[in-house]
């Protein structure tokens, strides 16, 4: 189904929302102008209601008494745990007023919305510009017609936050939480009357000492264009040009939609390729050309490899790679979903850094594009995929779906990191009509990447490229398909808490690593995306009871459990040598007694001592772990009821020693650290980083049955995310530090009621004003 055709089908489901997301990927940080385009966000000086009143559409509605908020926003703050979600489920009225500046005379003016959960009905100036429904793709509304050129406008936006039975992945039930508001960026885009709406760069022969680059740019005639026009490409490398070329446009009617005008750059040389160590990435600048006059201009960033699954496993440039990743759900506490782009950058962080992963799915939706170009910059490898979670609909959901699966992937197509699309509804039954579709729309739009769709039984029909398979059971299926890739386990069978017995946390460190060796020891498993990065809040019938799922390797803070460790020590020593315990050092919290020690580690031989006397030497247990590269270390200790002390652990790569750990054998808490991620935000009312609160032993070690209620003083121009006082889980927690809308020096005073203060210092620089 081609997409004239499928607006035709969708009638009024998707209202006078356009298909196309023009201003979305790659959208400026900032207000930006290029040549005769102009795009600014609308993030500031809106005002929030949590009910709509009579007339709160119009255009002189007084809104004086609506609360001043900032996008990402939230419709209601929430407890980090044990709350209903029916707390976020209603319809909710943003407003912003604006004024259009000078130059946007005689040109098209649109709003673009990044995210809205979960349906919007969109006003302006009192006249109603329809209904999207979805709450994890982009949409546009064009407001040109119904605009004041020279005075105020009044943009309304009434946004229904319930879990609709009409609207993916909604219908019958899913096991995460979706949240409301309008949590992603808004931005207002004024365009001439001929524009480009988007930008597909697809790189060909990237190995070959010639590479080749065709660039699709997709014009927009929203007036007759009596005119010849030009369109040139321009491959850069920072600032230096690389090649360029161009192609001619002849006249045009108006059209309802954007056509694709290739432009093909030849004979490329001395490229770069892009690959999980060396990120290199390059611009693609578009200029629409009127003779010699710019009349717009449109850039985007992209990246030269070639990824492909095979028999032989998934390949990267030509080399095999074993895929080793989690799974993430983008929700964080107290405001669901509406963390602003530092926030999601900082998740891929951790995800490629802290815990050396090379792949992430976008688990069970499109995600944010700043988390996205956060993979493209830290060579982290994705799986995306539509929203869904095992419901299929009626012909109308279906519908919306399909169209998701368009949205997603024209918003996303240029980053690099991303390697697969997902198409299926995941854990949904077979419908061959239905993933038939969604499957030739993806290869229709992007003809370079496969598709995958997620399931949870091999004997369901295979409509992808890639057979992608949740198996949580142990020893794992045997592949049966060629291009195999597992993308869910543990999970849900054995959740962990940072505070659960030490044998628990041992055990669930082992699941893991047990199901990579299994993936490890055959080349038809591409390799595994195990369930899950972070824990994430839940509905009453899954979870722990607390509306938690405790499936992750880390909190839902981003706090490591002992499984963290386990996935942090498959890198290579060259880049970081790593020694985690699957344990915390007590004497009694094993049932008889301390016993056993895992430790996962990237060195080939540990010594331990207790009271600086050796105890054990090991190496790494190549018997339950053959085919890991480092192996967990299982060591059998049995009784240490006369030696006891500090703990000393020492890690060596041949035969020399390459690191030290301690831990305390006292039992009590002794230090209380403040760990901010950063030490500058913008003053624009959104920018947020997170501060980890730990409490741990004389040798920085985690106390994790340290509970205490951390009080919180705050002084400058920021605001607190979180609880204050707010109780320590497993000897630490987090907290997030907003900017409000001024610059100046903001200080945090945490105080531990035996431990004492800490403080810390951000510095709120000045934000760029957003002009209208």
Request: aromatic share 10%; glycine share 8%; charged share 25%.
């Amino acid at each position: 189904m081609d997409r004239r055709d499928f607006l035709k089908a969708t009638g009024g489901l998707i209202a006078s929302a356009t298909l196309t997301q023009p201003g979305f990927a790659g959208a400026a940080s900032d207000a930006s102008t290029a040549a005769g385009r102009l795009v600014t966000p609308m993030n500031r000086n809106w005002r929030y209601s949590r009910t709509v009143a009579e007339g709160a559409h119009a255009r002189d509605f007084d809104d004086s008494g609506y609360e001043r908020v900032v996008i990402p926003h939230t419709n209601v703050k929430l407890p980090w745990h044990s709350f209903d979600e029916k707390s976020y489920e209603f319809v909710s009225s943003y407003r912003r007023r604006f004024k259009l500046p000078p130059e946007a005379r005689g040109k098209h003016v649109f709003v673009d919305f990044e995210g809205v959960m979960t349906a919007s009905t969109v006003w302006v100036n009192g006249t109603r510009l329809g209904e999207y429904k979805g709450g994890y793709t982009p949409f546009s509304f064009a407001l040109t017609p119904h605009v004041d050129f020279d005075g105020e406008n009044v943009l309304a936006v009434d946004v229904d936050s319930s879990e609709r039975a009409d609207i993916p992945p909604f219908g019958y039930e899913i096991d995460y939480l979706t949240f409301g508001g309008i949590y992603r960026e808004v931005w207002l885009r004024i365009v001439p009357s001929s524009f480009i709406e988007n930008v597909f760069a697809k790189p060909k022969d990237v190995l070959s000492q010639h590479p080749t680059l065709d660039v699709d740019c997709y014009i927009q005639h929203m007036e007759p264009s009596r005119e010849s026009l030009r369109v040139e490409a321009v491959l850069k490398d920072g600032d230096r040009g690389v090649a360029k070329a161009s192609q001619n446009i002849p006249s045009s009617a108006a059209t309802q939609e954007a056509a694709a005008h290739t432009v093909h750059i030849a004979n490329l040389s001395g490229i770069k390729l892009w690959d999980l160590e060396n990120r290199n990435l390059y611009k693609v600048e578009v200029t629409l050309w009127r003779g010699n006059q710019r009349v717009d201009e449109l850039s985007r960033t992209i990246g030269f490899r070639e990824a492909q699954f095979t028999d032989l496993g998934f390949e990267l440039n030509g080399k095999v790679i074993k895929l080793r990743g989690l799974d993430r759900h983008q929700t964080f506490p107290w405001v669901g979903q509406a963390m602003p782009g530092r926030v999601q950058r900082r998740d891929a962080y951790v995800l490629r850094n802290k815990l050396k992963c090379n792949i992430v799915r976008t688990s069970h939706y499109p995600q944010s594009r700043h988390f996205l170009d956060a993979c493209d910059e830290s060579g982290l490898l994705v799986l995306e995929e539509i929203p869904g979670w095992q419901h299929i609909g009626d012909e109308a959901w279906k519908l919306l779906a399909i169209d998701n699966v368009g949205r997603m992937i024209r918003r996303d197509w240029n980053h690099p990191s991303i390697i697969l699309w997902g198409v299926r509804i995941n854990e949904s039954h077979d419908d061959h009509d239905f993933y038939t579709r969604t499957n030739a729309l993806a290869h229709k739009l992007d003809p370079t990447r496969q598709t995958g769709g997620i399931r949870y039984f091999q004997g369901s029909e295979f409509l992808e490229d890639v057979f992608t398979m949740n198996d949580f059971g142990f020893p794992l299926k045997p592949p049966n398909h060629p291009r195999y890739l597992n993308t869910e386990f543990v999970g849900h069978t054995y959740p962990t808490k940072t505070i659960d017995q030490v044998e628990r946390l041992t055990e669930h460190t082992l699941r893991h690593a047990r199901i990579h060796d299994q993936l490890a020891s055959n080349p038809q498993y591409a390799g595994g995306i195990g369930w899950c990065a972070f824990d994430y809040n839940t509905h009453g019938d899954f979870g722990s009871g607390d509306r938690i799922c405790y499936h992750g390797v880390t909190d839902i803070f981003r706090e490591p459990k002992p499984a963290a460790g386990f996935y942090k020590s498959q890198c290579d020593p060259a880049e970081e040598v790593v020694m985690e315990p699957a344990f915390h050092w007590a004497r009694g919290d094993e049932s008889i007694g301390f016993s056993r020690a895992v430790v996962c580690s990237n060195c080939d031989h540990l010594k331990l001592y207790i009271d600086d006397k050796l105890v054990a030497e090991a190496d790494p247990d190549r018997v339950q772990f053959a085919h890991l590269r480092y192996a967990p270390f299982d060591i059998k200790l049995k009784e240490l009821f006369h030696k006891w002390g500090d703990l000393r652990l020492e890690g060596y790569l041949q035969g020399k020693q390459v690191i030290v750990k301690r831990f305390s054998g006292k039992g009590v808490d002794a230090k209380f650290a403040l760990l901010p991620d950063d030490a500058s935000l913008s003053g624009d009312g959104a920018d947020t980083t997170r501060v980890v609160l730990r409490v741990t032993d004389e040798f920085d070690a985690i106390r994790p049955f340290a509970n205490d209620a951390i009080k919180f003083d705050i002084d400058g121009p920021a605001d607190i995310i979180g609880d204050n006082p707010f109780s320590l889980i497993g000897g630490t927690g987090a907290i997030w530090i907003r900017a409000k809308e001024q610059a100046g020096t903001v200080r945090l005073t945490a105080t531990h009621p035996v431990l004492g203060k800490q403080q810390i210092e951000f510095r709120i620089d000045t934000a760029a004003p957003e002009g209208i």
